[in-house]
């Protein structure tokens, strides 16, 4: 994939952006000035020569010669693990309102050694945002320095390896809530640290083998609630870095202070306040609050409820300078077709002041990030889904609520998926186009995607479909069919944004049709469609699947007698349930890393789409091994590694154990000492090779019956 990062001037032009039909069109990206900034042009078109530069393009190239003919090799597995292949992203970042700064690496080596924790491993490091300072973590214990001449200054003394945390992720928090191993957070002058402890003295461990490298396996403890179980603890500090020690504990508020909840978002909002979101433990309910930290004191600025449960909840709000007005994205009802998140504007905030709620969009799409808040020119910058659900476009809408689309016209050759960061003047924008357009027109010679929509009674689903021009379809042939299951409950499988990955070599190498689709219990499409699932997994997503199969099987170049299905983790309990209850719809399946039991899987999926809160009476009994047929042979390949520690082993333990005392053929496939996600390249190959010879086997068998 080439990546294509630009950077405009956002200034302001006579004729709207869609009006723009020649590349030397001035790009209207905001009514940000009148005035065009010559020298941020040239700058950013400095950038632009400088980011493509640094950008590699990953596509294979296959076209047509004088004779029609395509030439070129189709797509290998060793063709994925080339450099060429890789994404390369330049990691481009605003250093000021003008400049960009891209890595520029000159090492030298300082060693951070402590004298109490000599013996230790360093656990995470990484700069502040003034001059040298520095922060890293040693036996779960917070140190900072100055700068690298001065001598180091622990922060905390709690710390307890696998069992207090102090600026850093346990498990549940680094996989499940905060999607990082960082839990703590800079002032913006870098005066204050605010970090959470985790504690995790009441929460099960789980014990994690080793199996090679040494005469006896060895192993490692680390605490993992699994449903029905005790939650971790967790508790926000801010401390004063300029030699005080001063350390302060902001309180969640009332109606969390004697119940389990969650931390899911901390951010700077000014040098001396902070924004947190509080949520309980059934995430039905979460409290957003500014915090002082000066005054230790939280204010109540927001709370939303759902009968289900809320998602966006990492979301970090928008506030303007003086803190009065913020900006947040909450479910809006948009006729029959449900609720959807969108900009809602919140103002006049303080104890004697009336709260002034205003939406700003609206409408059967999804705001999926607010990206920042001009109050010079009264403009609200996003991300949303209006042009449809698989796209990403940049819009800005003003205090006359007029909405403009700022990247849908943008090049000649459209991208319609975008990440972007604006400059902190709010003058420039960096984009980076993630969708399959920047590869240009050689990546429709690659392959072709097309788009179905399956209007069921209630709602439409989206279906992907790939194929590739290498074998150039042939309608009055058939091809065997894969479907790819998402291997999260809420997440997208279907969207513009470009990937490169072990389906597109069957695509590409081996005449097969991929398909993926978000059905039922998927994100981005309003919370209708995404609260379907709630408390039950399992089924309506399976029935939706199983309805995608029917539509794609009755197509005339689809054979029904080769079809197979792919999940991981979610998707792997998806496609178990797939393939033992429905073997005569599907010839061949696999899942890696399955799910097996609600059971033992990590509690918070569990408390929302179940909406466990403290009933530890609750039927914990839910296992999706309980509907098979036996009269049908299986061709069933499960994979997983043994030292996964999001999805244990035990799951496809428990599986075997059923299908073998159920007399189920199946193929068991291990990675020793491998994780969730495999980081041995030699493994990674290895493992993508065995679910490519997988599906090949599979579908030439059934051509072969077919003949």
Known sequence: MRTIIWTGSLTSCPNPVKGASTPEATINVGPIGTDRNWKGIGISLLVIAVVL???????????????????????????????????????????????????????????LNPPEVSDSVLQFASWGVRGQQLVYIFENNIYY?????????????????????????????????????????????????????????????????????????????????????????????????????????????????????????????????????????????????????????????????????????REEPVFSKDCTTLFITMPLKHGGSGTFNHITMISNQSDSQEVNMRHLTSGSWEVSQILAYDEGTNSVYYLSTETGATQRHLYSISNAMETECLTCSLFKSACSYYDAVLSPNYQHVLLNCRGSACCSNTITKCFISRLRYLNLCDFTMYLYCSSSCHFALDEEKEYPLLLVLDSTPGGQAVSDRFSLSWDSVLVSSNDVIVAHLDGRGSGCQGQRILHEVFQRLGTVDVHDQLTALEHLVKLPYIDANRVGVYGKAYGGFLSTLLVL?????????????????????????????????????????????????????????????????????????ELVKLLSASNVNYTLQIFPDEGHNIISVRSQHYFLSSVLNFFNRCFEEGYKEDD
């Not at 029609?68 to 597995?77: A, D, R, S, V």
């Not at 918070?604 to 009269?631: A, E, K, P």
């Open 581 to 653: 209850s429905h073997p005569s719809v599907l010839r061949c399946g696999i899942a890696v890393a399955p799910i097996t039991n609600w059971r033992l899987y990590g509690k918070l999926i569990q408390d929302f789409t179940n909406n466990i809160v403290t009933s530890y009476s609750y039927d914990c009994s839910h296992s999706v091994i309980i509907r098979f047929n036996l009269n049908i042979p299986l061709n069933f390949l499960i994979i997983h590694g043994t030292a996964d520690a999001n999805v244990h082993f035990q799951h496809s333990a």
């Open 53 to 111: 530069s640094l950008i590699g393009l990953s596509i294979v190239l296959l076209s047509k010669d004088d004779g029609g003919k395509p030439f070129g090799t189709p797509l290998t597995l060793d063709d994925l693990f080339e450099k060429t292949f890789q994404i390369h992203d330049p990691d481009a970042k605003w250093i000021s309102g003008e400049y960009v700064k891209t890595p520029e690496f000159r090492p030298q080596v300082r060693e």
């Open 145 to 313: 320095q100055m700068d690298v001449q001065s001598s180091s200054w622990r922060l905390t003394s709690s710390g307890e390896e696998g069992v207090v945390f102090n600026g850093i992720s346990d498990w549940l928090y680094e996989e499940m809530v905060l999607h990082t191993q960082v839990a703590h957070w800079w002032s913006p002058d870098g005066s204050r640290l605010a970090y959470l402890t985790i504690n995790d003295s009441l929460v099960p461990t789980m014990f994690l083998p080793r199996f090679t490298g040494s005469l006896y396996p060895r192993g490692k403890e680390y605490p993992y609630p699994k449903m029905c179980q005790i939650n971790p603890s967790v508790r926000l500090y801010v401390v004063t870095l300029d030699g005080s020690a001063l350390t302060t504990e902001l309180k969640p508020p009332d109606s969390f202070e004697k119940s389990e909840f969650y931390i899911t978002m901390v951010k700077w909002v000014t040098k001396e306040r902070l924004s947190v979101r509080w949520v309980n433990r059934a995430q039905n309910m979460s409290i957003l609050s500014l915090c002082d930290v000066t005054q230790d004191i939280c204010t109540k600025k927001h709370v939303m409820t759902s009968d289900k449960w809320l998602d966006c909840q």
